[in-house]
DNA sequence: CTGAAAGCGCTAACAG
DNA sequence: CTGTTAGCGCTTTCAG
């Protein structure tokens, strides 16, 4: 069976291997290039040009070099020291706010990440995640991660890790936020995005809405925002996103200090339920919900359904993002191009930076009406039925 | 505002390091440990304690060096460099079958990601993906990658890739497949897991059957799969589970050769959807449609809607996996801890490796009876009704 | 096609 | 608490 013939072959190697590993370890002299140049009697030079420039040396030289470095259980070139020696690591840093497994539950979040692992592999380069224990601020991981550049995604203004980030000294760039001169960065334009959205919501009649947005600073806050805290928010993308809300309804007279603004740190459907519910139990006289993200949204449309509010006959409830659940439950919300973001990220950060740095790309968003949105109910029908 | 001050602060920074990079991008000599030492007037191994060990400096010497470091623009000892000389990369590799971006589309590999990625948080650890392009067997990506070690996720028996993680002298960790005597592993009983779900089936009454399997080889196979095809599977999951699928029902009278299993390479729902009808149309006669894994079993369960087959009176599916959309849809399938698999892998790669290796962790599966299995019905019920 | 020289930037004993 | 000494393992001109 070829099979075992293969997989007979493998073993064979790693025996092989292992057998050497263990010499090595005790005669504490793991080959290198130097020790089988000398083996060989030929220069570093040479072993060197085996493996990185295979033209610059006889065929025939060559088979003997890899044949003795196979003998020998040299590996190849160590790759830490050929980085140091050649300045480049071959891989980009990954930063994101939260623990590394948040990423692998947000849709939204991955889609970057997918985007972003999908540029480096066209490149050849690997994707270092930087490890971020939120408990302890281990700036230090920053420090040790031996990469070419560094992927910031979506992080307060004030991170720690972004500061550590920015002062070494490889190209960044910056995904959705925060903003900072002088840094390229790749995002769409919130402020235009959610200026939409609330024009469809206050054209369809809603005055009295609530909101639901996500975390706004480090420290956590699971309950409602005040103006001032909305307008300090050290989330760039949230802060616009309020602003735009508040811009908008503004200007058909509501006065955004009475709009009821719920914040949750944790972002999960569970807790853009409970974020409802906290809205719904304040002014039962809301007649939309908007909530700046998807997952948030979902859970609000969970909430309603608990209540018995049909959606949109009772209840108004819209999103942002566009990921596919949303879409498949018919969301009012924004959609914005997270796979392309991502992509794009990695372009940027890998691409020949000229010297016309910084760059920014914004992507288009697009505005999906779904089923979640209608004119409010009058108080009359509220009470009469329609 | 307090959101301006910092940002104001922030961007300070910034500024004045892209000064100072802009100057030494010129004078073509970034500071460095050695200079810094040079122009305080110390040894480098001071500076290098006022990063590593502050205690092993007055608090005011290190003040002074890294105000110092500040305002030469030096960003702290370089990564690479300080990896070389300890022997430490401080991030753990992570080999994957597909694409980077494969990973992030299968419940089940990104419920491993998390995992793995939660183990590396907690030791502080960074987590290198490697770039595996599918179209040129990049194995230099392999060597290329500074860590301290591998996991590998999932890979066919004969992976070029596998071949060079085995040949580097750092630990390896093998998740799933293929097995490989003298390295560690992290899995699940497959033989025992799938003759469990057989044995359901067989109790049911079910005698005619079709399997929808994964991949069995590199080579793209999109049809059916031969016994000696399966028998010589590349890898290790899907011959294990075709082979105990095969004598579970041997040992009642089945005679495998005659029991149509169709391949698909790529792994969706699509083509778990095309693969149910090949197998349908092949033979209607089927009652029971085994897939070896739930993203197949869902377009499997599509493909039975789309032909008004109600499942289960009409036609048996089962899975494996237990991803979350199964469960939701009720799917009969087995759960394997995907999150606990990519932890364990991690914790093995990153323990105090004892000299007592290799070590292997089997981690227990569970039968989910859901709604999709139910007894065939005999051929009268199908011409005329139960 | 091959070799000699010159570090890349840093840390780790081990003495003071 | 501070400095001296020695490389970590490799690539890269620049000559032969």
Not at 253 to 271: K, L, N, Q, T, Y
């Amino acid at each position: 069976m070829i099979y075992s013939v293969r997989a007979g072959l493998l073993q064979l190697v790693l025996n092989r291997y292992r057998h050497r590993m263990a010499r090595s370890i005790h005669v504490r002299r793991p080959a290198t290039l130097a020790s089988l140049a000398a083996e060989l009697g030929v220069s570093r030079t040479t072993v060197s040009n085996a493996y990185n420039r295979p033209d610059q040396l006889s065929p025939e030289l060559r088979r003997r070099v890899l044949e003795t470095a196979r003998r020998l259980g040299y590996p190849g070139p160590d790759p830490v020291a050929r980085s140091l020696r050649t300045r480049k690591a071959g891989a980009v840093g990954l930063l994101l706010t939260e623990n590394l497994s948040y990423a692998f539950r947000d849709p939204a979040a991955l889609g970057f990440l997918e985007g972003l692992a999908l540029a480096c592999e066209g490149a050849g380069q690997g994707l270092h995640l930087v490890p971020v224990n939120p408990e302890r601020e281990d700036v230090a991981a920053v420090h040790r991660a031996g990469v070419d550049g560094f992927v910031v995604y979506s992080v307060p203004d004030d991170d720690p890790h972004l500061a550590a980030v920015l002062s070494r000294p490889v190209p960044t760039v910056i995904a959705d936020q925060p903003h900072i001169e002088g840094v390229d960065r790749v995002g769409i334009d919130d402020r235009t995005a959610i200026t939409e959205l609330a024009q469809k919501l206050i054209n369809l009649g809603h005055r009295r809405i609530g909101v639901v947005c996500m975390r706004l600073a480090r420290d956590r806050n699971d309950g409602f925002a005040s103006v001032e805290r909305q307008q300090n928010a050290h989330f760039h993308v949230q802060r616009t996103r309020l602003g735009g809300l508040a811009a908008a309804f503004s200007t058909v007279g509501v006065d955004w200090a009475s709009v009821p603004v719920v914040e949750r740190f944790d972002h999960s459907s569970a807790m853009g339920a409970s974020a409802a519910a906290q809205l719904l139990d304040a002014d039962s006289q809301i007649t939309a919900l908007i909530c700046t993200s998807d997952i948030l949204a979902l859970g609000a449309l969970a909430e309603a359904k608990r209540r018995g509010l049909r959606v949109p006959q009772d209840l108004t409830v819209t999103g942002f993002d566009g990921i596919i659940e949303a879409e498949r439950m018919g969301l009012t919300t924004v959609r914005q191009p997270v796979l392309e973001k991502g992509k794009a990220a990695g372009r940027l950060l890998l691409s020949p930076s000229e010297r016309t740095r910084p760059r920014s790309i914004t992507l288009e968003t697009e505005f999906l009406p779904g089923t979640t949105a209608a004119p409010p109910r009058t108080t009359e029908e509220r009470w009469f039925g329609p």
